[in-house]
C-alpha cells in the first residue's frame, strides 16, 4: 500500500520560514519524481516545485530562490523549504510521487494546511 504523508505544515508569520516533509512508503522512492504542489481557495492545484530521481529540480517562478526542494533517498523523504513565506503561499501543499518509466505511476499525500498571516 503506497502513502505518502506531509508533516510541517501550520501558521506561520509573513517572512517567516518552515520546512515541510513528505515520508513515503510502498514505493521504489529513488525511482520516482517528487513534487510538491499547493492549491488556494478557488484557484486550481499548482506545482510548487519538483525533484527529479537523479536530483534535478525545477520551481514555480513565483516561489524561485525562496523554496528550496531536496530529498534524502535513505529516508524515503522530500522536503520543501520556505523562506520568505508570503500571504499568497497560504494554501493546502500536497505532496506527490511520480514514476515516468513503465510501468507509470502518479501518487498523492493528503495535503498539509500552510497559512501566512500576521
Known amino acids: 500500500q503506497v502513502q505518502l504523508v506531509e508533516s510541517g505544515g501550520g501558521l506561520v508569520q509573513p517572512g517567516g520560514s518552515l520546512r515541510l516533509s513528505c515520508a513515503a512508503s510502498g514505493i521504489i522512492f529513488s525511482r520516482n519524481a517528487m513534487g510538491w504542489y499547493r492549491q488556494a481557495p478557488g484557484k486550481e492545484r499548482e506545482l510548487v516545485a519538483v525533484i527529479t530521481s537523479t536530483g534535478s529540480t525545477n520551481y514555480a517562478a513565483s516561489v524561485k530562490g525562496r523554496f528550496t526542494v531536496s530529498r534524502d533517498n535513505a529516508k524515503n523523504t522530500v522536503y520543501l523549504q520556505m523562506n520568505s513565506l508570503k500571504p499568497e503561499d497560504t494554501a493546502i501543499y500536497y505532496c506527490?510521487?511520480?514514476?515516468?518509466?513503465?510501468?507509470?505511476?502518479?501518487?498523492w499525500g493528503p495535503g498539509t494546511q500552510i497559512t501566512v498571516s500576521s
Open positions: 506527490n510521487a511520480e514514476k515516468t518509466t513503465w510501468p507509470r505511476s502518479v501518487y
